[in-house]
């Protein structure tokens, strides 16, 4: 290797010092620049939260409108919630007319109309609400929960998968820069709850008996995808009466059910009585937990218990 002269060498160095000084200019900016410029995506329910999470990675910034624990019939947003909707890119909504949009959506868009508006349900049918379809003969006089069709559209992998599809098309929308990333990360999560589907009829395969009871009828979607049979134990939102608590045991004793889901927004004590009276218990499953996938693993796991 040729000696270089002292003055040489000493330019060589420098333009070295210069690219690896900008170098790490360039570095600490991009780092200033992706916790100034994170998406602000506002969602209506937890488990979309966990959607949009996998798809945008560390380039959202999710607000929650209904909070862990909250009725999703009957929940308001806060003051903050509206601020941070109000600097938001995106609002991700169910789209499957659970009370919360009904009432809310409207005034959401009016308080940013700049936000990008995602239905996460474009693509999936609606069906009817399973406790209501059941008892339609009759309570025809009755306004049913929900407008008749049942809105807890997520509780279905392959519905999940839909969901999750046109979240990643609004993150392209709105932020077009970092298309390959947020496709990326959509296929590797869809990947995910293939799984889940696949290991969801793996696990029922072998169940005879496909019956299973719970307070609110939340998992209506789940119950068709995997022929199962839902018997819900609240009617059209309502407590069940005194007799229709008869009823229930009656039909509870005759499919030989054993466990009980209720849910913790709920008011547990129909489900004890029950669980009770045939000998069985109360599984507390939350539709609305963020952890999709486990929460689902979980429900499972309690059904090829329950229905052992
Ligand atoms: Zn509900």
């Not at 420098?14 to 506002?42: F, N, P, Y």
């Not at 008892?135 to 006089?141: A, V």
Request: with cysteine; glycine share 6%.
């Amino acid at each position: 290797m040729p000696r270089l002269s002292s003055k040489t060498s000493f330019s060589v160095i420098l333009t070295v010092l210069l690219v690896v000084l900008s170098a790490i200019s360039i570095m600490s900016c991009a780092q200033e620049e992706e916790v100034s410029e994170k998406i602000g995506v506002v969602v209506t329910i937890l488990p979309q939260a966990e959607f949009v999470e996998n798809v945008g990675g560390e380039r959202v910034n999710i607000t929650v409108m209904v909070p862990p624990g909250a009725n999703i019939h009957i929940y308001e947003p806060s003051p903050s919630q509206m601020t941070a909707l109000a600097k938001a890119e995106m609002y991700a909504k169910v789209g499957s007319g659970i009370e919360f949009e009904l009432v809310w959506t409207d005034k959401l868009i009016a308080a940013n109309k700049d936000m990008l508006v995602v239905d996460c349900s474009q693509g999936i049918e609606l069906q009817v609400m399973i406790g209501e379809y059941e008892h339609e003969g009759e309570h025809e006089e009755e306004e049913p929960e929900h407008g008749g069709m049942d809105p807890h559209v997520w509780m279905s992998p392959l519905n999940a998968q839909i969901m999750v599809r046109n979240i990643c098309d609004g993150l392209i929308q709105v932020d077009p820069d970092s298309k390959t990333y947020y496709e990326q990360n959509r296929d590797a999560y869809l990947q995910k709850l293939a799984e889940l589907d696949q290991d969801i009829r793996d696990g029922l395969s072998g169940v005879t008996n496909r019956k299973f009871m719970v307070y609110h009828p939340a998992f209506g979607y789940f119950a068709r995808e995997y022929k199962l049979t839902m018997l819900p134990i609240e009617e059209e939102g309502k407590e069940p009466t005194a007799a229709g608590l008869a009823h229930l045991i009656e039909q509870a004793k005759e499919h030989e059910i054993k466990v009980i889901f209720a849910e913790p927004q709920f008011n547990p004590q129909s489900a004890e009585v029950i669980a009770e009276a045939i000998g069985g218990r109360v599984v507390f499953i939350d539709p609305l937990a963020r952890d999709y996938i486990a929460n689902l693993r979980m429900l499972l796991d309690e059904l090829v218990q329950a229905m052992e």
